[in-house]
């Protein structure tokens, strides 16, 4: 059943109500890499552009006041999300719809160590996720010469690489099948690998036609769990009809397997729609909403979803209506918002978020003390952050 909007008298909490509710955010330990130990020093990663066209993977640490950039190396082109596996010491950086590029890199050097290019008939949508012992990295791709039935695959590639010390790697393709609709965009596995579960964005497109939606009213989002061995479908699950436009982008899961997906809505900006589900397996979505002026300020678009490390509370980023939103897990209750210019990539750290924004800023959000502070950066104005931000513990 659906959750419906709250009011603001409902929803309305005041600072020291807010950091009471938020003060455990981050007293336990480290789940995924999207959050780093407090024991080791966080290297963040993100894609990056300048105003000369120019494209970037950039490492950088933080401090109180500043970050300080570790490495910068040049892309082929723009890319949007950077996957990363500390048991190899690689992280793995995406190419932007319709990219066809896979850019590696070494996680102590950040030196490069290869780049493999996708078939001819295929691009990717700039999500990829690795099996917990890194031998498997999936991949969803579209097969866009495809013109009946839906174009979304995933791909599932081997990868070796001998030892952290051996800069000698490699990535094989070995199985190919379908994401159960179009577009798919991020996809998760389960704590057991033996599910993956995937964002169906329902739009199709064509490389020839750039960037451009050609099917929004006909569009069919959907949330897909596909068992990670065979490719068979396991569960689907699609919005009510009368939010066909919303479409499922991105996602992130906790520990127990709660996934919270936020969704960018193709249809008029008046509609109020959901933009945020949560998600166990074998049960319905459950809508989310936030109370008034926040939910219309929105701007019907969640650019970036996650967990804090205890995983009772989640990040949403609106990048179009310059705020970050909070939210508890367990009751999907709206807690605030804070104001950024932009901000869209998101990561969970001691005592709080990192966000960077594609104004070139990056800003630390200290929950406790309910205060942000804009780091002191020489990429500042310099470079654009993409949508998304990593994180490993170095």
Not at 193 to 210: C, F, M
């Amino acid at each position: 059943m659906a959750t419906r909007p709250k009011t603001t008298l409902q929803m309305k909490l005041d600072r020291r109500q807010f950091i009471t509710l938020t003060s455990g955010l981050f007293s336990t330990s480290v789940f995924t890499v999207a959050s780093a130990s407090s024991l080791k020093t966080p290297v963040f990663l993100s894609a990056a552009s300048d105003g000369d066209d120019n494209h970037w993977v950039i490492g950088f640490s933080q401090s109180d006041k500043a970050s300080t950039e570790l490495f910068r190396h040049s892309l082929p082109g723009r890319a949007h999300h950077i996957a990363v596996h500390e048991g190899l010491g690689i992280y793995l950086v995406i190419a932007r719809r319709p990219g066809k590029y896979l850019w590696v890199g070494d996680l102590e050097s950040g030196e490069p160590l290869a780049e493999i290019t996708l078939p001819a008939d295929r691009h990717l949508y700039g999500h990829g996720v690795f099996s917990a012992d890194g031998n498997y990295f999936y991949a969803p791709e579209n097969a866009w010469q495809m013109i009946n039935g839906d174009s979304g695959r995933v791909v599932v590639w081997e990868v070796k690489r001998a030892d952290r010390k051996t800069p000698r790697f490699s990535m094989t393709r070995v199985k190919d099948f379908p994401s159960y609709g179009t577009g798919p965009h991020e996809l998760l596995i389960t704590s057991d690998q033996r599910t993956l579960v995937l964002a169906n964005g329902g739009i199709r497109t064509h490389p020839e036609r750039g960037r451009k939606k050609l099917n929004i009213e006909s569009m069919q989002p959907s949330l897909a769990y596909i068992n990670a061995i065979s490719g068979d479908l396991e569960e689907q699950h699609l919005l009510d009809g009368q939010y066909h436009k919303a479409s499922i982008r991105h996602m992130d899961q906790n520990q127990s397997g709660l996934i919270v997906v936020g969704m960018q809505y193709e249809g008029e900006p008046f509609d109020r729609v959901p933009l945020l589900v949560m998600h166990q397996q074998g049960e319905p979505l459950r809508e989310l909403w936030a109370p008034e002026p926040q939910q219309g300020q929105m701007t019907q678009y969640v650019g970036s979803v996650r967990f804090d490390n205890s995983g009772n509370y989640f990040a949403a980023s609106c990048p179009r209506g310059n705020m970050i939103t909070f939210w508890e897990a367990k009751s999907g209750d709206f807690l605030r918002s804070v104001r950024s210019r932009d901000g869209c990539g998101l990561c969970a750290i001691e005592n709080g978020f990192l966000f960077t924004a594609g104004t070139g800023r990056i800003t630390y959000y200290d929950v406790r003390q309910d205060s942000m502070t804009s780091l002191d950066s020489a990429n500042s104005g310099k470079v654009f952050w993409d949508n998304h931000l990593s994180v490993f513990a170095s």
